[in-house]
């Protein structure tokens, strides 16, 4: 589990995520999902990667459809090994 500290780390990058990269209203998809689920299981492809600080990332996926292109942010914490993951 991740302790109390790891926790606050959690939540300012989500925070900074929110600031930096317009995502204010997106809706959290949730940490039980990597990058690569979405890759691998529901057919999204990579469209770029951004790095915040060292060893903190950010990926941004994307799957068209019919209806228009899905969009999915993800921000992965490698010291931590948690990915946090939002969409428009």
């Known amino acids: 589990m991740l302790g109390s500290w790891n926790m606050k780390k959690l939540l300012a990058i989500l925070v900074l995520g929110f600031i930096c990269f317009g995502t204010a209203n997106a809706e959290f998809v949730g940490v039980d999902k990597n990058v ?44 931590d090994r948690v990915t946090a993951c939002f969409a428009p």
Do not use: F, N, R
Request: hydrophobic share 25%.
């Open 36 to 79: 690569d689920h979405y890759l691998s299981k529901e057919g999204y492809t990579l469209h770029s990667t951004d790095l915040i600080k060292s060893g903190q990332y950010v990926y941004h996926l994307i799957k068209g459809g019919s209806s228009g292109p899905d969009i999915i942010t993800c921000v992965y914490v490698a010291e």
